[in-house]
């Protein structure tokens, strides 16, 4: 067996194992029974939310590739951001939409540098404004807490803000690797994402709007969420999304599940419980949550099938970082590492 359909059948696994779990531990019937009396006014706000979300996400992608010198315009932008989140929702890979997207902006003719270095750097954005929201709202946040999560929320979110912080400071001195490394065409592209990264985060005239997009993602997501949790009928308030909502989505960004299904309703249930969210109502919450997901990224396949390339079909051939070639994506979904939302 292949290390792509080995890695795939874990995903599977996990994914099973952990949704066998949750339904083993929850009251299925009351699951159901919760989930038939969502209000259907506060699932097409959630759908239209998330629709708001694809012109949000082009709109962030757009600012870094402004920032970095390799301007794609709001248009194409959102067109390719949405191309990417139907890939991102029917790939096994949760992140086999941003194969797509590096693939779609290198035929563009922007250069592989510029495909690669975008995207990576918007899911980065995406994670320094993740933390960002959840520092701001966890003082409003800690009340809702019982004493013992509380004394551990505090120390938590300082490691993760500091492992971030380091993060960042990593990828901006990339380009300072020893000299006798740089002979290497990987070397050099990584070199490259940390100057394109400098440029992004240590000018302020890019790193405002950046920072200011990536905060209205996660808030637009967590609205969304919230309101998904309204029409559930569920006790939980905006304050309890932003700090609850982004955390899920930055343990979704373990690539060890079928494009996070498993881990985020594992994790919905353990975050939202902290607050006293019944297990059987985060679950409906979750799946309702990834569902409308994917009924709101469906339609890019059509934008998909309308602007592809000739001869284009779900089998890419992104351009590879070490030897400048193109490097085959399946849609078993390739493994491209990932930094978010």
């Not at 120390?155 to 300072?176: E, H, I, Q």
Request: hydrophobic residues 55%; proline residues 4%; positive net charge.
């Amino acid at each position: 067996m292949s290390k792509k359909w080995l890695a795939l059948t874990l995903k599977f696994l996990v994914s099973g194992f952990l949704i066998w779990f949750l339904f083993s531990n929850i009251d299925l019937g009351q699951a159901m029974a919760r989930a038939a009396q969502a209000d259907p006014k506060m699932l097409l706000a959630a759908v239209l939310v998330l629709f708001v979300q694809i012109g949000v996400g082009g709109a962030r992608w757009g600012v870094v590739m402004n920032a970095i010198g390799a301007p794609l315009g709001f248009v194409r932008s959102a067109q390719l951001f949405y191309i990417g989140a139907f890939f991102n929702q029917t790939l096994p890979s949760s992140v086999g939409g941003d194969a797509v997207r590096v693939y779609k902006v290198y035929r563009q003719g922007l250069g592989l540098r510029s495909a690669f270095d975008g995207v990576i750097l918007e899911r980065v954005v995406t994670v320094v404004a993740l933390v960002a929201l959840v520092g701001v709202t966890l003082p409003w946040f800690l009340p809702r807490l019982d004493e013992t999560a509380r004394s551990m929320a505090g120390p938590g979110f300082g490691v993760v803000a500091l492992g971030a912080a380091a993060g960042l400071w990593l990828l901006m001195t990339l380009d300072r690797l020893p000299e006798t490394l740089r002979r290497w065409r990987l070397v050099r592209g990584l070199g490259n994402l940390g100057v394109d990264a400098r440029r992004v985060f240590l000018r302020l005239r890019h790193l405002i709007p950046v920072l200011a997009w990536g905060l209205v993602t996660h808030v637009n997501i967590s609205f969304c969420v919230f309101l998904l949790g309204l029409g559930l009928g569920l006790e939980i308030t905006l304050i309890d999304s932003m700090v609850l909502v982004p955390t899920v989505l930055l343990i979704m960004t373990l690539p060890i599940s079928i494009a996070g299904w498993g881990v985020r309703e594992t994790a919905m249930v353990g975050l939202f419980g902290l607050i006293g969210v019944p297990g059987e109502g985060a679950l409906v919450l979750s799946v309702l949550f990834g569902l409308v997901g994917i009924a709101v990224a469906l339609p890019g396949g059509a934008l998909w099938l309308a602007s592809r390339d000739r001869g284009e079909t779900m089998e890419y051939q992104t351009p590879d970082i070490e030897n400048g070639n193109g490097a085959t994506a399946r849609s078993g979904g390739g493994e491209q590492d990932q930094t978010r939302q």
